[in-house]
Structures are given as C-alpha cells and as structure tokens.
C-alpha cells in the first residue's frame, strides 16, 4: 500500500483528489494478484498494434494522394507542351489545369479529413473497449465514458499502474 501511495505523487494535482485513501486501497487490491497488470500490458500491446495498423492507413492515403498530385502535374504539362503550337490555347488550358488542380485539392481534402474522423471514431472504440475492460476487471474508476475530465483521470491511473508493473525477474 505505501508502494501504491508513493507511487500516487506523481499526479496532476486537479486529480490528487480523487485518488483517496480508499480508491488507492481498491487499487492496490485489484493489483494483488497480478492479473490487472497483464490486462493492461494486453491492452498496451493491441493499442499499439491498432495504432500502427491505423498510421499504415493513413500513410497508404497520403501516398496515394501523392500519386494522383504527380499524375496530374504530368498531365497537365503535357496538355501545355500539345498546345505550345497554338500559344493562343495556353491561358485556356493553364486555367483549365488550375480548376482542375482545385478540384483534386478539394477532393482529396475531403477524403483526407473523412479517413481522419474515421480513424479517431477507431480509436475512441478502442478507449471504450480499455474502459470496459478494466470495468470488469474491477479496477477502481473505469466505466465507460467520453468525459474528457474521467478519461484523462483514468489515463493517469493507468499510467499509474504502469509504473507500478514489476519488471523481469
């Protein structure tokens, strides 16, 4: 228990006040046999795996986005270099690249932010499922919740028992 209440300095003093006397028993009790410290490892290590498998997403995006900017510029100065015989047709086919080159912008905007909020709803599913998880395991403080006052509470719990892990033997 003087591990547990040691171990509770660390936090932010908005949150000092939740961690009682009481919830650090209920704690340390939970963390008695072990079993809370290998839930949170589990769920570090599919946090980080989810997490890395959603940068992979977003960085195929970009590429992709990439891609498309390259193919365009080709396209359009070759449009330019058809119509070098015909200098009459460059500013219509400068202005014509210039809209098209809005609307990729435009689009591809749009699929950036879109694939961004899906990959933020991922993750919130993840909090969630972290939240319910050690609900059930009986830790003090988790419930499910998007309160961003409790998630931050719980995060420093969990950071909390993360320093408190034993290392290998």
């Keep these: 228990m003087s591990d547990v209440q040691c171990s509770s300095s660390f936090l932010h003093s908005k949150y000092k006040g939740k961690f009682t006397y009481d919830v650090l028993a209920d704690v340390a009790t939970s963390l008695l046999d072990g079993t809370v410290f290998e839930i949170v490892k589990g769920l570090e290590d599919i946090q980080q795996l989810t997490e890395r498998n959603l940068l992979n997403k977003r960085m195929k995006v970009i590429n992709s986005h990439k891609v498309q900017r390259m193919e365009q510029a ?69 419930f499910v919740t998007n309160n961003p006052d409790d998630v931050r509470l719980q995060m420093y719990l969990l950071e909390f028992i993360q320093q408190l892990i034993p290392g290998p033997s």
């Design 74 to 142: 080709k396209k359009h100065k070759e449009e330019i270099e058809k119509n070098q015989h015909r200098p009459h047709h460059i500013p219509i086919v400068e202005k014509t690249n210039e809209e098209d080159k809005e609307k990729l912008e435009q689009r591809l905007e749009t699929e950036i932010t879109s694939m961004d909020q899906k990959l933020v709803l991922e993750l919130d599913q993840i909090v969630c499922d972290q939240q319910a998880t050690l609900e059930r395991a009986g830790v003090p403080l988790f």
